[in-house]
DNA sequence: ATTATCCCTATCGAATAAATAGGCTATGAA
DNA sequence: TTCATAGCCTATTTATTCGATAGGGATAAT
C-alpha cells in the first residue's frame, strides 16, 4: 500500500485539528502547517477538500479556523480517505479496454481487496489513530 | 484501490502461462501478449520480474518460454504483487522525514491497511482467481 | 550458421501528484 | 468604517511515476 501525501497530510491535519479543539477552540492552516511540518498553502487545498466533504467546519476572517464537524470518535477514516483520494477506496475498478481474462481478474481480485480496504478503514476512526498516534512524554504532556 | 497496469498485465500472464501449460508446454512473450492484447516488450519486463521472483521458469532459445514454476494452487497474489509492484505491499511504510504526529499516525494506518491487504492476498491463490475468471461458452469451451 | 527465443538496460513521453502563486471574500477588532 | 486576518478558489509550474519503446546481448534448437 502506498499512501499519498495528501492523504498523510489530511488525516495528520485532522487529527492536530483535534486534539487543539477540544475546548471548541479553532486552529489555523498555518498553525497545522508549522506543527505538522506541511507547505501551508498546499494544506489549504486539503482542507478546502475536507471542508467540501463536511468533516471540518472553518469560520472565516480574524479569528477565524478549522474545528471538527463531529468528534473525532464519529470520523472514519473512510471518509477522509474517500474525501482526499478518490483512488485508493474506489467504487469499482476502472473500466478500461480490457476484455476477457484480463478483465475478469482484474474485477474479481479487485473486489476483493477493496472489500478488504474498506472493511478496514470503515472500522477506524480518527479518534482511535489519534489514541494511537500519541505518545505521553515523562511528564505526561503529549509528545506531538 | 488502484491497480497498476503492471500489476494486471503480470496475473493474466500468469493465468495465461498457467491455462496454456497444462501438459507441461510452454508459452512465449509474443504469444501471451497477442491473446492478452499487451505490448510484448513491457511484458517481456514483465516477465522477468517474476521469473526474478521463482514465480515461472524460463527457457531461452528456439521451442523456448514460459511455464510456471509450481502449480497455480500454489502460486498466492500475494506473491505476484510482491514481484511486481513494490508498493502496494510493503513491507514497511516508507521512512519519509515526517516525525511525530505526521509519523505516526501513517505507521499505524498503514500498518493496518498492510495488514489488511496481505491477509487477503495471502489467502487467494492463482488458481482460484483463474477459475473465477474463466467462463465456459455454449460448446463447452473456455472463452479467454 | 541461422533463427527464435529470453535477457537486460537505457530512454522517452504522458499522466499524475505535489507544490506554488495570486487574487477574491468574509469577519472581527481597532 | 477601515484594516488586518483569516479562509476560498483557481491557475500554473515543477517533480515524480508509470507505461511504453528501443536496441543490443546471450542461448539453444534446427
Redesign the pocket.
Known amino acids: 500500500m502506498?499512501?499519498?501525501?495528501?492523504?498523510?497530510?489530511g488525516l495528520a491535519a485532522l487529527a492536530d485539528i483535534a486534539i487543539h479543539s477540544e475546548q471548541g477552540e479553532?486552529?489555523?492552516?498555518?498553525?497545522?502547517a508549522q506543527r505538522q511540518n506541511?507547505?501551508?498553502?498546499?494544506l489549504?487545498?486539503i482542507?478546502?477538500q475536507l471542508?467540501?466533504a463536511n468533516l471540518i467546519r472553518?469560520?472565516?476572517?480574524?479569528?477565524?479556523?478549522?474545528s471538527l464537524m463531529r468528534p473525532a470518535s464519529g470520523i472514519h477514516i473512510s471518509d477522509v480517505l474517500n474525501a482526499l483520494?478518490?483512488?485508493i477506496l474506489a467504487d469499482a475498478a476502472e473500466i478500461g479496454s480490457e476484455s476477457g481474462l484480463r478483465r475478469n481478474i482484474k474485477d474479481c481480485l479487485w473486489d476483493k481487496m477493496n472489500g478488504a480496504m474498506r472493511a478496514c478503514t470503515d472500522r477506524m476512526t480518527l479518534a482511535e489513530l489519534i489514541e494511537q498516534g500519541i505518545c505521553a512524554d515523562d511528564s505526561g504532556n503529549y509528545v506531538i
Open positions: 502506498k499512501f499519498t501525501a495528501k492523504a498523510e497530510y479553532k486552529t489555523t492552516t498555518v498553525e497545522i506541511i507547505s501551508h498553502k498546499y489549504e487545498q482542507l478546502l471542508r467540501q472553518a469560520s472565516k476572517g480574524q479569528k477565524g479556523g478549522y483520494d478518490s483512488s
